[in-house]
């Protein structure tokens, strides 16, 4: 089985249908591979998620960057 890769909301959605279809699966089998790799790749996709909004966090301007006054100074 190919890895599982997701990049995006629209391949996220169609991971979690694929992942509900998979639940109940008999064990050891196919379906439960895929559904183990279907955890892992949603994982690495929220995992993504965190990184970008922590580092989107440390980019904002801090109290000292923003100007302060009436601007006629």
């Known amino acids: 089985m190919a890895r599982i890769v ?3 909301e629209d391949q996220l959605n169609e991971a979690l249908d694929r992942a509900i279809h998979l639940a109940g699966s008999a064990k050891g089998g196919d379906e439960e591979r895929e559904l183990s790799a279907i955890n892992a790749a949603v994982e690495l996709y929220e995992q993504s998620l965190a990184v970008t909004a922590a580092s989107g966090r440390s980019e904002r301007k ?8 009436t ?3």
């Open 6 to 8: 997701i990049r995006n």
């Open 62 to 69: 801090t109290k000292d960057d923003v100007p302060s006054g």
């Open 71 to 73: 601007g006629s100074e």
